[in-house]
C-alpha cells in the first residue's frame, strides 16, 4: 500500500509543483518539462504496481448495474478529456474539461471498485483533481472560453469516446478486469 501511496503523492507533487513553486520551475526552463513528465511517468508505474500488489478491506464491489451507470461515466469522462469540449458547441464554456472528465473517471472506478487501495488510488486522484482546479482558479481568476466550435465536433468527439471505451473494454478485460460485466 506504501508504494500506491507514494505514486498518488507524487502525481500530485508533480502537478502541483508549477503552481506551489512558480520561480523553482521557471528556473528549470524546458529541461523542467521532461523532469515533470518522467516524475509523472513514475508516479503512474508505481501507482499501477502499487495498486495490483495491494491489499485492503472490502467494503463493496461490482454490480450489473453499477456497471452500466460506471461504463455511461466513463463515456462522459473519455469525451470531457478529448479535445471535444473546446472545440464543439456544448461545453466550450467549460473551464476545466479535463479535469473535470478525470474527476468523473475516478468516481466511475469507486463505483465499481469498493476497497482500501481503489479509495487511495481513485479517492486520491479525484481529490487531486478537484484540488487542482480550484489552485488554477486562484492562480488565474481571468479566463475566456474559446469560441464556440460546431457540433459536428461534439459528435465526432462523443462517437470518438465511445469507440475509446471499447478499446479500453477490451485491453480490461485482456489484464483481467472485465469492463462490460
Same mark, same amino acid.
Given at each position: 500500500m506504501l508504494l500506491l501511496s507514494l505514486g498518488v503523492a507524487l502525481w500530485c507533487a508533480a502537478h502541483f509543483f508549477k503552481r506551489l513553486?512558480?520561480?523553482?520551475?521557471?528556473? =528549470?526552463?524546458?529541461?523542467? *518539462?521532461?523532469?515533470?513528465?518522467?516524475?509523472?511517468?513514475?508516479?503512474?508505474? =508505481?501507482?499501477?504496481?502499487?495498486?495490483? =500488489?495491494?491489499d485492503g478491506t472490502f467494503f463493496w464491489g461490482r %454490480?450489473?448495474?453499477?456497471?452500466? #451507470?460506471?461504463?455511461? #461515466?466513463? #463515456?462522459?469522462?473519455?469525451?470531457l478529456t478529448s479535445p471535444g469540449p473546446s472545440k464543439g458547441a456544448l461545453f466550450y464554456k467549460m473551464r476545466h474539461p479535463m479535469l473535470t472528465g478525470f474527476l468523473l473517471w475516478a468516481l466511475a472506478h469507486l463505483l465499481v471498485n469498493g476497497d482500501t487501495p481503489s479509495f487511495i488510488l481513485f479517492g486520491g486522484l479525484a481529490l487531486w483533481a478537484v484540488?487542482?482546479?480550484n489552485v488554477i482558479?486562484?492562480?488565474e481568476p481571468d479566463w475566456t472560453p474559446?469560441? *464556440?466550435?460546431?457540433?459536428?465536433?461534439?459528435? #465526432?468527439?462523443?462517437?470518438?469516446?465511445?469507440?475509446?471505451?471499447?478499446?479500453?473494454? =477490451?485491453v %480490461?478485460?485482456?489484464l483481467g478486469y472485465p469492463t462490460f460485466g
Open positions: 513553486a512558480p520561480e523553482a520551475r521557471a528556473n =528549470m526552463g524546458d529541461k523542467g *518539462k521532461g523532469l515533470v513528465a518522467l516524475a509523472i511517468g513514475v508516479s503512474i508505474l =508505481m501507482m499501477i504496481f502499487g495498486y495490483r =500488489m495491494a %454490480h450489473p448495474a453499477t456497471v452500466g #451507470i460506471n461504463n455511461l #461515466i466513463m #463515456i462522459a469522462a473519455l469525451y484540488v487542482e482546479m482558479n486562484r492562480a474559446p469560441e *464556440k466550435g460546431s457540433i459536428r465536433k461534439d459528435a #465526432i468527439f462523443l462517437v470518438a469516446s465511445v469507440v475509446l471505451l471499447g478499446v479500453i473494454g =477490451m %480490461h478485460t485482456w
